[in-house]
């Protein structure tokens, strides 16, 4: 890691495929820092990278043999990793409806949901059906788009056009909604760095049982911490 920031060695590496390459973002967006965000190798951006540095540290072996679904088709997980990996494309054709998943209780040992619950009208259904079909010894991935950018949520109550389709936007007060709506999950915030723009940015995970729980902190240290819900010890 440490050589990585020095001398020749500058040059950004997409942690994800390897890649060098860059080129500008959605509607032609630079990262904040002014340079080029997407991977031209594997397409991934800032918050990609960021959780695939995460999952690295997590150590992608603990989920060999797990079943895993995710909502999103992005590159932060490898569905290598997984003994199943199975994508599903919310509010495309033949999509689950995350507020209604049609899958059995603890369904997954993973499941990946990363910009998709801004899509949704009740999350508060979302957030219980994806922890429902998580395992006791699995997690939930959830992202949501800048999750500590902004201090108040604004739900306008329905899908804004101008606004991607999002029914709304989070502020770091999505805890109250996490407390209201899934007071026993313990919902952990991890923040990094994206080591090509230099971004910093996070995710949320949800372990489903202490053990879970222990590893996630043990891997992480200071870059996680308890952001709603009791601590499973
Ligand atoms: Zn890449």
Redesign the pocket.
């Known amino acids: 890691m440490q050589e990585e920031m020095t001398g020749a060695a500058r040059q950004p590496r997409?942690?994800?495929?390897?890649?060098t390459t860059f080129e500008p973002g959605p509607r032609g967006r630079m990262a904040l820092s002014g340079v080029l965000p997407r991977?031209?190798?594997?397409?991934?951006l800032e918050r990609h990278?960021v959780a695939r540095v995460m999952f690295d540290r997590l150590g992608p072996e603990r989920f060999a043999g797990w079943s895993a679904i995710q909502f999103s088709p992005d590159?932060t997980v490898d569905p290598a990793w997984f003994g199943s990996f199975e994508l599903s494309v919310y509010s495309a054709p033949g999509g689950i409806d995350i507020q209604i998943i049609d899958r059995s209780d603890c369904a997954y040992d993973y499941v990946g949901c990363s910009h998709v619950l801004e899509h949704v009208g009740d999350d508060r259904a979302a957030l219980n059906e994806l922890l429902r079909i998580t395992a006791p010894r699995g997690f939930v991935y959830l992202n949501i788009p800048d999750p500590f950018a902004e201090e108040v949520t604004r739900d306008w109550g329905f899908p804004k056009p101008e606004k991607h389709g999002h029914w709304r936007v989070y502020g770091r007060d999505v805890t109250l909604r996490f407390d209201r709506y899934i007071p026993l999950q313990p919902v952990l915030a991890y923040r990094g760095t994206d080591p090509v723009t230099g971004e910093a940015t996070g995710a949320f995970l949800l372990p489903r049982s202490a053990e879970t729980y222990r590893w996630i902190v043990d891997r992480l240290g200071r870059d996680v911490e308890l952001f709603s819900g009791p601590p499973l010890v």
């Open positions: 997409c942690p994800i495929c390897g890649g991977c031209a190798g594997c397409k991934s990278r590159p």
